[in-house]
């Protein structure tokens, strides 16, 4: 039984006369938050967990990372500059250089390499060299210390006080010869030692013979040494226990191997040079090339224009004369001992003649506006710059 209640529900009566639920048109909005949370909690289960088989596992990959079959991952390219022997297509191993900049340092750069590495050297060099496989290095700093050792120079070691010059032996590796007027010595004198770290991983020097104040080296080999003097200019050849054997007068630029720069217009008397040596070689006034025994290699044309930028390699077999255009070049000219000019070679920029590499076949210079590296094949004419090496480069190997 039933009857209607005020609302206008149908309400069915209990048996028992009590009143039961009234049932209404209406929904109910606790049975729809109900499921619909339990929906939500099943998702967040499915999405947490993973279903049956498809869970991941330590070695699937991150999910972001997997692309759709419907897209791609955007991929950002990476563009690595050559290897070095792309830049340089020379027969070499590496490219050495020492700068002197504020931040002294080697500058070293495998063929196989993308890019130079770097490591600083104990003291700024004033002037380097390199021994003849390039495998160590000497360098002066501007307090006159002499430094030497191994590539790439970080582990260089003082080997004299006040020493004014140094250079290697053209054939003996590691051999080196200074001049030097130690502190506490007193003297001048000129010194062999060998760089190569002894049994107690140190350098001993030998004296090879004492010299007069305002002497210094200019190069050597197995034939002995050349030593220049500051007063009266001149030039003496020792022989290979430093004894003197001849003297010009003239005050030298430049050396390597047995071939010196000089300029001899500034002549020194016949009784001055007797005084240095027992035979003295007169030569005329004029600026050149001489070697060991003074005999003129090449005479610069018009000395009045000043000390030619010329660069001799370390055998004394070629010689490299640089001169500057009035358009902004450089005009290089290579020469031999024959005085043959084997090429002359132009380079659209201004660049300074560093020094003969790669066993004499080319030279290292430096363009004076970007700081780049150049080296420059001279027998066929082509320079190849070397990005991102700058400086200021006392010394290259190659």
Do not use: C
């Not at 692309?67 to 991952?73: D, F, V």
């Not at 690595?80 to 792309?86: I, M």
């Not at 001049?179 to 000129?190: D, E």
């Not at 710059?385 to 190659?398: C, D, K, M, S, Y």
Request: no cysteine; glycine share 10%.
């Amino acid at each position: 039984m039933e009857r209607r209640d005020e609302q206008g529900g149908v309400r069915p009566l209990a048996p028992d006369g009590a009143r039961a639920p009234t049932r209404t048109t209406q929904k109910r909005p606790g049975l729809a938050v109900a499921v619909g949370a339990t929906f939500v909690v099943l998702l967040l289960v499915l999405v947490v967990f993973g279903a049956g088989g498809d869970q991941q596992t330590p070695d699937d990959p991150e999910p972001a990372l997997v692309a759709s079959e419907s897209e791609e991952l955007a991929v950002t390219p990476t563009t690595l500059p050559p290897p070095l022997s792309d830049l340089l297509p020379i027969d070499f191993d590496r490219l050495v250089a020492l700068s002197r900049s504020d931040d002294p340092r080697t500058v070293l750069w495998l063929a196989s390499d993308r890019f130079a590495r770097s490591y600083r050297l104990p003291s700024a060099p004033a002037s380097a060299y390199f021994d003849n496989n390039g495998e160590t290095i000497a360098f002066i700093d501007p307090f006159w210390t002499l430094f030497a050792g191994p590539l790439p120079g970080d582990a260089a070691i003082q080997i004299e006080s006040m020493a004014s010059a140094a250079v290697f032996h053209p054939v003996d590796t590691a051999a080196l010869a200074y001049t030097a007027a130690p502190t506490g010595a007193g003297s001048n004198a000129l010194f062999r030692v060998d760089v190569r770290p002894g049994l107690l991983g140190g350098t001993e020097s030998t004296l090879v013979t004492p010299l007069a104040d305002g002497r210094r080296l200019l190069t050597w080999g197995n034939w002995g040494y050349a030593v220049a003097v500051d007063e009266p200019a001149a030039i003496v050849v020792l022989d290979p226990l430093g004894r003197p054997l001849r003297a010009m007068g003239g005050v030298a630029y430049a050396a390597g191997g047995d071939a010196l720069l000089v300029d001899a217009t500034q002549v020194s008397t016949a009784e001055e040079l007797a005084l240095l040596a027992p035979t003295v070689v007169a030569v005329a006034p004029t600026i050149g090339v001489v070697n060991r025994y003074f005999k003129p290699v090449y005479l610069f044309p018009g000395s009045n224009t000043g000390i030619p930028a010329v660069k001799i390699s370390t055998d004394g077999s070629l010689i490299a004369a640089t001169t500057y255009t009035s358009t902004g070049g450089t005009s290089l000219t290579i020469r031999d001992q024959t005085d043959a000019t084997l090429r002359t070679v132009r380079v659209d920029s201004i660049v300074y003649p560093i020094g003969f590499v790669s066993g004499g076949s080319h030279l290292a210079m430096q363009d004076s506006e970007s700081g780049e590296l150049v080296i420059i094949d001279w027998r066929t004419g082509a320079d190849y710059r070397i990005p991102g090496v700058t400086g200021e480069f006392v010394a290259v190997h190659l």
